[in-house]
């Protein structure tokens, strides 16, 4: 049932903040018991009843099984797991979402499959902050910046569509010498003119640095022999407010808040 629901999420979070390598998110939440017929679209409305405004959500995900596609066919969505993320943001908006639809019986129909009659104990959702991992975060914020720089970065050489025009004018002068008989133009092989004395400088140079790369090493074994024992590295999550989070993290070990308000 919803308790044993809720109270084994209560203890998997617990669990994760005994490391140090895990925080609240207090941005991002983690919305459960759904039905699969839950969408994206489905959340945004449900986000826009508590009366959070559409610029101030970010990405609404559904966890989905994976299915397996045929390269070059577009992948079809999985079965729905039962639960998504949504982020927001400012930590009001989130508090406000987890306020209005954690535990409400009014949004008994966001966790009942279609087709299926209510029983005596109506199912509700269950809405909690997310315990993220400093790594994978880390992890996800490079992947978004490397598609950002590949995206806006320039193309290299000419574009499709120039090369497909430049063909195009290629393949008109060659009909207008065939129809001419002329012989087709024949581009000139380009020659190589290789220098003796820039290979030779070329050796040298490749020479000097392989010996100042095995220097560098030698250096390099010393200083880790004399380095002094690593100490340990604090995980702590840096934010505006450490007083409120460290509140927010007790609350979330100790299961507070966790019931409709």
């Known amino acids: 049932n919803d308790l044993k629901k809720r109270e084994r999420a209560r203890q998997e979070a617990a669990t994760k903040l005994r490391n140090p390598l895990f925080h609240v998110n207090p941005q991002r939440l983690s919305i459960r018991n759904l039905a699969p017929h839950v969408d994206a679209t489905l959340l945004k409305e449900l986000i826009e009843a508590a009366g959070v405004s559409p610029k101030d959500v970010g990405a609404v995900h ?25 982020e927001f943001s400012s930590h009001a908006c989130a508090m406000r979402v987890l306020r209005f639809a954690n535990n409400n019986p009014e949004l008994a129909s966001y966790c009942v ?7 005596s104990e109506v199912p509700r959702p269950i809405v909690a902050f997310v315990v993220e991992d400093h790594r994978k975060v880390a992890l996800r914020q490079k992947r978004e910046d490397d598609a950002k720089a590949k995206a806006t970065a320039p193309l290299a050489g000419p574009s499709r569509k120039e090369r497909r025009r430049e063909k195009r004018i290629a393949n008109r002068l060659e009909k207008k010498r065939a129809r001419r008989g002329e012989a087709p133009a024949v581009a000139p092989k380009k020659t190589k003119v290789v220098d003796d004395g820039l290979l030779r400088d070329r050796a040298d140079d490749r020479a000097v640095e392989q010996v100042f790369d095995a220097a560098e090493r030698k250096r390099d074994k010393k200083r880790r022999k004399k380095k002094a024992p690593e100490q340990d590295v604090e995980y702590a999550y840096k934010a505006p407010q450490p007083d409120y989070l460290a509140s927010l993290k007790k609350a979330v070990v100790a299961g507070e808040g966790r019931w409709f308000e």
Do not use: E, I, M, Q
Not at 113 to 119: A, D, H, I, S, V
């Open 113 to 119: 499959p279609r087709g299926k009659k209510l029983n």
């Open 62 to 86: 559904v966890a989905r099984d994976k299915v397996p596609t045929a390269p070059g066919k577009k992948p079809k969505p999985g079965k729905s797991k039962g639960y998504a993320f949504a």
